[in-house]
């Protein structure tokens, strides 16, 4: 049986806010460029977003959003999603779905920054990560399905990475990665689990002025090893940028050799998804994992 991917358009956001939330009926609804793959992102009016899940997957994330981010925010230095209503399932869209206070900014991942400007968002991120960490995990989600198992130990993805290294060998040192990812999975977090964002990318990360203006897209959140949430170092940090945000936590060297292995995880992956080997996605990935195979190295010696 096939089953027909759901069709996520403006029409149907605003029938949805018809049908359900009438006081937003008048206001406009466009849909947001680059909106993301997990969930479909359109701007309502000037000052509000909706957020829709593209598959069933993702919907779990809706609740946990709403429950917990007004919980988080008052004690994090930067803005994150503010959840205004949860839209019920209907004939047409069959999950729970979200409207959010819209947060001003660009995309980090569509803005060209300059080195210095990449320190002080380095320092930002730093700050606002450890902030995060800081907070009580107490009846927090703990890694699971929900989150793809962020902030689970390293391991979890055992099997798949050293798949990928082989499948990739060819194109990287294979031995350089094993050696990597042997040393990530050999230590665990010690200490109480503490609350991370798991998706800590450029694409979830608002530049306005040249500094960060809001850290979004909680979906991945949950409580663990907060090394999942320091990959960014090497996939959009680098040179003086990424020393800037490595010194922006107390975090012993075992938590950022597991941090390289979620790198290395997610490049690998990435990399093998590409049927082109060439093209400018593929590349970026190269050189993630050149990266983080470089730091390894040197740390050996």
Known sequence: MTITPLTITESLARQLIQEQFSAWAHLPINAVENGGVDNRTFHL?????IRMPSAERYVRQVLKEHQWLP????H???PIPQPLAMGEPSK??????SVYKWLEGTSANSIDLEEENLEVIALQLAQFLAELHKFDA????TPGLHNWWRAAHTSVYDAETRSLITKLALLIDSEKATSLWERAIRSKWEQEHVWVHGDVASGNMLVKDNKLSAIIDFGCMGIGDPACDLTIAWTFFKNKSR???RNGFRLDSETWARARGWALWKALYELSEQTD???PKSLEQLRIIEDVLGEHSMEGR
């Not at 047409?92 to 779905?97: A, F, G, S």
């Not at 107490?138 to 989600?141: D, E, K, L, R």
Request: net charge negative; charged share 10%; glycine share 8%.
């Open 92 to 97: 047409d869209y069959p999950w729970h779905w």
């Open 277 to 279: 080997k060439t093209n």
């Open 45 to 49: 009016g000037h000052d509000m977003s």
């Open 243 to 245: 020393q800037a945000f």
């Open 71 to 74: 919980l988080l925010a008052p």
């Open 138 to 141: 107490a009846g927090a989600p």
């Open 76 to 78: 994090l230095p930067l």
